[in-house]
């Protein structure tokens, strides 16, 4: 059994690129007005980018061949 960490390695590395690039659109981008729902407060753009960074890096991994 492989350890959590190596096996979900992708999905991981997705997360905290998502978390970082999400901020950096917040801090230099944003909306200053405040009407805008996700960029309007910077944890809900980390979280939003987050969940987006996960399923485009999770769904690059490999497919595991069933074993017969």
């Not at 944003?30 to 960029?39: E, K, L, S």
């Amino acid at each position: 059994m492989k350890p959590f960490f190596r096996k979900h390695r992708l999905g991981i590395a997705g997360i905290l690129t998502g978390a970082v690039l999400g901020f950096a659109y917040y801090y230099f981008i944003g909306c200053t007005t405040g009407t805008c729902p996700i960029t309007s407060r910077p944890l809900n753009a980390v979280l939003y980018s987050m969940i987006l960074g996960y399923l485009l890096f999770s769904s690059a991994g490999k497919t595991e061949k069933p074993k017969p």
